[in-house]
């Protein structure tokens, strides 16, 4: 089993929705949870970082964690077609690498 | 201009050649990362350094190895490049000064081919 596991989807909504994004992890160690997006064959960029259980939000954007039960997600409102891209949860510990999920695949219809 | 480039953006090399894929950053962070990404298996850790002189490694490091030659410069190397090594390689950059933890920094990514 992953460390981290993220439904590698595709996710098909319509544009102006609401979507969530979600991950699960095992490791009781990690201590911080990020969110990268990737467009086709460009490098991942930082979305979201939360230290801690809770929410956090930027614009159209909510990180929100659950340390109880290893949950973490991304909602994402008011969804656009320029949002369709690869999602990658990642979580981590001290200054070792980032473990990552495998992504989600999310197309916004127009 | 980008903060985190990777050179060569693309490479196709033959089995057994030996082959460097170079990283450098404007950034000014002190630790950098080797990844690789494969479908469906995601993004994997290869290797990480703390500074020019403290070298570690990651989850998948058989078959690679890296130099730290400064503070900016981190090279990832296959000294005998096998065909299931063919992946799409990024480098990643942090900050040790950031209290809250270790967000990284991709660069662009160099599509490696093993014929």
């Known amino acids: 089993q992953k460390e981290v596991e993220q439904d590698p989807g595709p996710l098909s909504v319509p544009e102006g929705a609401i979507v969530s994004l979600n991950c699960t992890y095992s490791?009781?160690?990690?201590?911080?949870f990020m969110w990268y997006r990737q467009y086709s064959r460009k490098g991942p960029e930082l979305l979201m970082y939360?230290?801690?259980?809770g929410n956090k939000e930027d614009g159209r954007f909510t990180a929100q964690v659950d340390k109880s039960s290893k949950y973490i997600s991304l909602f994402i409102r008011d969804s656009q077609p320029s949002d369709s891209a690869t999602y990658l949860c990642?979580?981590?510990?001290?200054?070792?690498?980032?473990?990552f999920g495998k992504g989600t695949h999310l197309i916004i219809q127009p | 201009d980008a903060d985190v480039t990777q050179t060569p953006r693309n490479r196709i090399t033959k089995t057994g050649k030996r082959i460097m894929l170079e990283c450098s950053q404007t950034?000014?962070?002190?630790?950098m990362y080797w990844y690789r990404q494969d479908p469906g298996l995601g993004l994997r850790l290869i290797y990480y350094?703390?500074?020019?002189?403290?070298?570690n490694k990651g989850e998948i490091s058989d078959g690679y190895s890296v130099s730290r030659q400064a503070q900016a410069k981190f090279s990832l190397s296959l000294e005998s490049a096998i065909p299931n090594q063919t992946a799409l390689y990024f480098c990643a950059t942090s900050d040790s000064l950031r209290t809250s933890g270790n967000e990284q920094y991709f660069g662009p990514g160099t599509r490696l081919t093993v014929t």
């Open positions: 939360t230290y801690s259980s």
């Open positions: 350094s703390f500074d020019v002189k403290d070298i």
């Open positions: 490791n009781s160690a990690f201590q911080y």
């Open positions: 990642a979580s981590g510990k001290g200054a070792d690498g980032l473990t």
């Open positions: 950034k000014g962070h002190d630790r």
